[in-house]
């Protein structure tokens, strides 16, 4: 090549570069919020936009039977009717401007029509299970509730994903809030909290949502006589093939009561938290704050679901009163009561009372003996325990510590708790929907019944374990 092509391609380049590039010299339109949306037959929703040294805009194209509108600061698109045979159900909207510097920059938003599936039974926490389905619920019941109460609700948005196209097109109208999955041939397994909001965008509500092909109902477990979920909650495997089986068995990770989840490590044996997006895509990271009389209230979890509460000081609770009745509402053996409001569980399910882990071992309270453990194998990630022909697998999947001085992104997982001789092992701690007690194991011991002296003095409810659910 000779110099003077080389100079040539060098100048083209950075013609092209200044062309396209967003800057205050040039002109910039920015699209606010997604850029593909999925629409009802007949639905208008609003595009926000900001705009810098722009001297006017041009003529928006848009597919046939589509309309757009612009106003000071948003477009507002408005799908077909169901009655216009001609119109096209898929598309881009173009949208133009021409810079003070008499440049056209151009941002296209894909449309198209898909009709939402709608999710019925109220939950806390929902499965969808097919690629590239639009779905939506009724945002004005919380959890398990059959009544509309959030009478208020203005507003949706994804608070957190573990990925940034697993969930998305979150939206409200009408008391319902839309989302869908990713397109492809196969699901994008993701884990996501998305809320609806109040005019002011305060969070009033919000929901997990479970993109995973697991049917909980096809293949659960059995343990003193209950239905129990065959991997914890949120989980994307229950194996320990591999270290990255172990991990994908880890799933979520609550504070006792709470129905709002929290991520846990990226590697099985990491203190690193997972990668989170929210809905914009950017990288975010769960809140943390330390119990008091205003944050350690069920209102404060409520209003703020990615903000993980650590305990003040000993026993080390995220309630600053206590409250037995978050998860259950008759503490022991028993599970007598209906599903409670922040049971964290999806609909025909609730999180486990007591009773149901007894049988994992022979001696129900703390016990070193391995003749005790009713085990098959060495220890692997874990155990598998043997249940009347059954083997089931409990990943030592640890926990989110509760204490204020490890309430850090990246401190705050661990899966190692220090022995009393200062030496540690990994650790497995699940909840019971009775707040005086959680299962618990390391390595060289079980304890099925963990609990100290009185309900309030017990293990930390600041701490985030995982979640095994048993049909309701």
Excluded at 9 to 24: G, I, Q, R, Y
Excluded at 167 to 190: H, K, M, R
Aim: net charge negative; charged share 20%.
């Amino acid at each position: 090549m000779t110099k003077i092509a080389k100079i040539f391609l060098v100048a083209l380049f950075f013609t092209f570069a200044a062309c396209n590039k967003d800057d205050e010299s040039v002109g910039a339109l920015a699209i606010i919020g997604d850029t593909s949306l999925d629409f009802e037959y007949g639905q208008t929703k609003e595009v926000h936009y900001t705009v810098k040294n722009i001297a006017s805009f041009g003529d928006v194209t848009f597919p046939k039977g589509w309309s757009v509108t612009r106003q000071n600061g948003w477009y507002t698109i408005t799908s077909p009717s169901p009655s216009n045979s001609e119109a096209e159900l898929s598309g881009e909207v173009k949208l133009v401007a021409v810079s003070t510097k008499n440049i056209t920059i151009t941002r296209p938003i894909k449309v198209a029509v898909r009709i939402a599936e709608e999710i019925t039974r109220p939950a806390n926490s929902f499965i969808v299970s097919e690629p590239g389905v639009r779905y939506k619920f009724n945002a004005r019941r919380r959890g398990n509730e059959t009544v509309e109460t959030l009478t208020n609700a203005a507003g949706a948005t994804r608070v957190w994903s573990t990925s940034k196209t697993g969930i998305t097109n979150v939206s409200y109208e009408n008391g319902y809030i839309y989302f869908a999955t990713a397109e492809g041939d196969t699901l994008q397994e993701t884990n996501a909290v998305i809320a609806v909001t109040d005019s002011e965008k305060n969070v009033l509500w919000s929901w997990h949502i479970w993109a995973t092909d697991f049917d909980p109902a096809a293949e659960p477990d059995v343990l003193a006589g209950q239905q129990v979920m065959s991997r914890n909650l949120g989980a994307f495997a229950n194996s320990n093939v591999s270290a990255e089986e172990a991990w994908k068995s880890y799933g979520l990770y609550f504070q006792w009561g709470r129905k709002d989840p929290f991520i846990g490590p990226d590697a099985w044996d990491s203190t690193t938290g997972q990668m989170l997006y929210d809905a914009s895509g950017n990288s975010v990271t769960h809140a943390f704050a330390v119990s008091s009389a205003e944050i350690g209230s069920i209102e404060y979890a409520v209003a703020h679901p990615n903000t993980f509460i650590a305990g003040a000081e000993p026993p080390y609770h995220w309630l600053s009163l206590y409250d037995g009745d978050l998860w259950d509402s008759s503490p022991g053996d028993a599970n007598t009561t209906p599903k409670t409001l922040y049971d964290p569980c999806p609909a025909g399910w609730r999180v486990a009372p007591r009773d149901v882990f007894l049988p994992l071992a022979t001696n129900p309270h703390f016990t070193t003996d391995p003749a005790d453990f009713n085990i098959v194998g060495e220890y692997n990630y874990g155990w598998t325990f043997l249940i009347d022909g059954q083997e089931i697998f409990f990943p030592a999947a640890g926990r989110r510590s509760f204490s204020p001085s490890l309430a850090t992104s990246a401190r705050n997982y661990t899966n190692v708790v220090n022995d009393d001789n200062g030496s540690g092992s990994p650790v497995g701690f699940y909840w019971y929907s009775d707040a005086t007690n959680s299962f618990a194991f390391r390595k060289d011991h079980i304890d099925v019944t963990l609990r100290m002296t009185t309900p309030i003095e017990q293990i930390a409810r600041a701490g985030g374990f995982p979640v095994r659910c048993v049909v309701e």
